[in-house]
């Protein structure tokens, strides 16, 4: 996913408003969050859930598994 990751940046990278504030979550992982959403149907709550419990959404995400 390395080849859409500079445009999905570029198109939803804000300048900061003021000082502080909470960083902003990363826009790649929120776009793949809504593919998900999107093809299999599921609330906020059911899609954390999945992607701590399923492998092949930990492995869409790249992240490791939780021991």
């Known amino acids: 996913m390395g080849n859409i990751q500079a445009p999905i940046k570029k198109a939803?990278?804000?300048?900061?408003?003021?000082?502080?504030g909470r960083p902003a979550y990363d826009y790649v992982m929120m776009f793949?969050?809504?593919i998900l959403q999107k093809l299999y149907?599921?609330?906020d709550d059911q899609?954390?859930?999945q992607i701590n419990d399923?492998?092949?959404?930990?492995?869409?995400?790249?992240?490791?598994?939780?021991?």
Request: aromatic share 12%.
């Open 32 to 34: 793949k969050i809504i």
């Open 12 to 20: 939803l990278t804000k300048e900061p408003k003021g000082l502080g």
């Open 54 to 67: 399923r492998l092949s959404f930990m492995r869409f995400f790249r992240i490791g598994i939780k021991r």
């Open 47 to 49: 899609t954390e859930y």
């Open 41 to 43: 149907n599921i609330s």
